[in-house]
Nanobody
């Protein structure tokens, strides 16, 4: 059983900053990828950024240079520092963890409940 609990969403002005945090608990592989996805109304969920245990990162082109993802492998947390926010960043943001158990082919994916980020004046 894995639980991902998110916090930090809210309403911010364009150009403002916001930090999202997610804490994982339960049973999961230490060799996991954690990340943030977002979904705007009428659109599919898309990857914002993810980060491997060794801190290798991957960002969507739309957020490169503005967002920073980080993780703490002791606390089992992942954070997303969002700067220079734009109205098009408005979406529900979801924390994600995924891994594959040794000897298995299937990827296990777990999601947080989602937190609303609204960028508006």
């Amino acid at each position: 059983q894995v639980q991902l609990v998110e916090s930090g969403g809210g309403l911010v002005q364009p150009g403002g900053s916001l930090t999202l945090s997610c804490t994982a608990s339960g049973m999961f592989s230490s060799k996991n990828i954690m990340g943030w996805y977002r979904q705007a109304p009428g659109k599919e969920r898309e990857l914002v950024a993810d980060i491997m245990r060794g801190s290798t990162t991957n960002y969507a082109d739309s957020v490169k240079g503005r967002f920073t993802i980080s993780r703490d492998n002791v606390k089992n947390t992942v954070s997303l520092q969002m700067n220079s926010l734009k109205p098009e960043d408005t979406a529900v943001y979801y924390c994600n963890m995924r891994w594959t158990w040794l000897g298995r082919k299937d990827e296990i994916t777990r999601w947080g409940q989602g937190t609303q980020v609204t960028v508006s004046s």
